[in-house]
């Protein structure tokens, strides 16, 4: 069983701050790795995804990856009140994405 | 360039109905990807397909659900004798590369389908 652990929250953050969400798998075989924003009664969205292991940037938005530990997270820098959302980690390999069930972020203005 | 089109929004049925949600992928994807989400909770696998083809049904129950992707038209859901559980979204997405192949297998959702049973 496959299986994508995330903190449920809600972490809530000042606006200014960074925000950091982590995730962890069991699946080694994982081998594409994405965070996914979405707001309440919406679709989710993809706002990043990362390969290997390291850091990637993209904006406000760093996502960092560590195969050997199982774990990727996501660092949301200058946090802001539009950032307050449930933010899906999830990861495919062999097999459909799959998800964790989100950590719900609060940026408080 | 429309992304991926799911109807009905909403979809209300009383127990004992049938449901069919219905998903059109994005211009260019051929592989259809069915979640559901229950209140509170993440995205659950469902079902994965191409063109005429059921990929992986692992996540599927084994009585009442089914899904297709025709040839032609939109792939479809279909819930048979609803029950109340089965009150959830149910988001459909799409991709242009299939899982296991060497590039990202990056899914783009549709709105949802929301289904209540009452």
């Known amino acids: 069983q496959k299986e994508v652990e995330q903190n449920s929250g809600p972490l809530s953050v000042p606006e200014g701050a960074i925000a950091s969400l982590n995730c962890t798998y069991s699946?080694?075989?994982?081998?594409?790795f994405f965070w996914y924003r979405q707001y309440s009664g919406k679709s989710p969205e993809l706002i990043m995804s990362?390969?290997?292991?390291g850091d990637k940037e993209d904006g406000r938005f760093t996502a960092q990856l560590n195969k050997a530990s199982q774990y990727v997270s996501l660092l949301i820098r200058d946090s802001q009140p539009s950032d307050s959302a449930t933010y899906l980690c999830?990861?495919?390999?062999?097999?459909?994405?799959?998800f964790g069930k989100g950590t719900r972020l609060s940026v408080i203005a | 360039n429309a992304g991926v089109m799911q109807n009905p929004r909403h979809l209300v049925r009383r127990r004992g109905q049938e449901a069919r949600l219905r998903c059109s992928p994005m211009?260019?994807?051929?592989?259809v990807y069915w979640y559901r989400q229950l209140p509170e909770e993440g995205l659950k696998f469902m079902v994965y397909?191409?063109?005429?083809?059921?990929?992986?049904e692992s996540g599927m129950p084994k009585e009442r659900f089914s899904a297709e992707f025709p040839k032609e038209g939109p792939s479809i859901l279909r819930i048979q004798q609803v029950v109340r559980g089965d009150s959830a979204a149910y988001f459909c997405?799409?991709?242009?590369?299939?899982?296991?192949?060497?590039?990202?297998?990056?899914?783009?959702f549709g709105a949802g389908s929301r289904l209540t049973v009452l």
């Open positions: 999830a990861m495919s390999g062999n097999t459909p994405l799959v």
């Open positions: 699946d080694r075989g994982s081998q594409s």
């Open positions: 211009k260019g994807h051929s592989h």
């Open positions: 997405a799409s991709s242009l590369t299939g899982t296991g192949s060497s590039g990202a297998n990056v899914l783009t």
């Open positions: 397909l191409q063109k005429e083809n059921i990929i992986d």
């Open positions: 990362i390969y290997s292991n």
